[in-house]
């Protein structure tokens, strides 16, 4: 509950946003202090906004985690990245996450379409854990800031959960006073059915091979919980016959293996038993039909 002794209370939202595979996701996980978004070292891992809720006594912080913005060439592309910029209007600050020593045309992109914003936007310089030594960060510090009038930087490693304090002080001084945004035990607004489907997702992401993982999506068809266990039919859809049989694996392996690890992340998410029964579905090129992806909860 917000404290009166401490003055009045802050609220607000701030958007995350940078080019695939910067630490958006990870960030958000180490504030919150829950995996909330799904996480890999693929870019585009994530593909819908998620908002994420950090509430302290003295404020309520509503991070919108992004897809990461990028070249969209296919459909399912173009909605992701329109998640992310329409994520930018009515926030209160932006969060721009970008690599330590790593800018490319991605970023100038990404400054093109900050240019006319007026919130106010902070630099975070992530995974500066693995510049060595550390004075090799002072250059391009110095040269992100001649690149935009951001209001603050912030070097941090969102992995190791580093500097993070310094990031939360700048973006309080920036909600304006209002009361909570959501209940103070909510951290997401994502229901179970959805977090239980990303965790399949991400297993996907981390055991299968290039391209194949950007071309699969999980359903969840049944949900139920009960006092022993809770239920969980997940159908995962793929793009063609072949995708079909490298999840499967031969003889059933790779899907036993996907199942087994995102049952245990479940279960872990849910603090109960789970059986969780997983399916594949040939859906011929679900990512570039639009009614498909409005159906999968995408939005334009």
Not at 29 to 38: C, F, K, T, Y
Not at 41 to 47: F, G, I, Y
Not at 156 to 168: E, F, W
């Amino acid at each position: 509950m917000p404290d009166p002794e401490s003055g009045p209370f802050h609220s607000g939202m701030v958007a995350l946003v940078g080019r695939p595979n910067v630490g958006k996701s990870t960030l958000m996980n180490r504030i919150l202090g829950e995996r909330v978004s799904i996480v890999s070292r693929r870019p585009q891992t994530t593909r819908h906004r998620v908002l994420g809720i950090h509430t302290s006594d003295d404020y309520q912080m509503v991070f919108v985690d992004t897809p990461g913005i990028h070249q969209a060439k296919r459909t399912i592309n173009r909605y992701m990245v329109q998640a992310a910029v329409t994520a930018l209007e009515g926030v209160d600050a932006i969060v721009l996450v970008v690599e330590a020593l790593s800018w490319g045309e991605g970023e100038d992109a990404i400054l093109e379409r900050l240019a006319g914003v007026e919130t106010p936007v902070i630099a975070v310089v992530n995974k500066v854990d693995r510049v060595s030594p550390r004075e090799r960060l002072l250059p391009f510090l110095d040269e992100l800031a001649g690149r935009f009038p951001f209001a603050a930087i912030v070097p941090l490693s969102a992995s190791k959960g580093d500097n993070l304090d310094p990031l939360l002080d700048e973006l309080r001084a920036r909600l304006p006073e209002s009361p909570p945004l959501f209940p103070e035990d909510q951290i997401t607004d994502k229901n179970l059915r959805f977090l239980c489907a990303e965790l399949v997702r991400e297993q996907l992401f981390h055991q299968l091979g290039e391209e194949v993982p950007y071309a699969t999506e999980v359903v969840v068809e049944r949900f139920e919980e009960a006092a022993e266990r809770t239920e969980i039919q997940a159908t995962i859809l793929v793009e063609r016959d072949s995708q079909k049989g490298i999840v499967l694996g031969k003889g059933g392996r790779r899907i036993k293996e996907v199942g087994s690890r995102a049952r245990k992340a479940i279960e872990y998410l849910l603090e109960a038993r789970v059986r969780l029964e997983l399916y594949v579905q040939v859906r011929a090129g679900w990512t570039s039909d639009e009614r498909a992806l409005r159906d999968l909860g995408y939005e334009e």
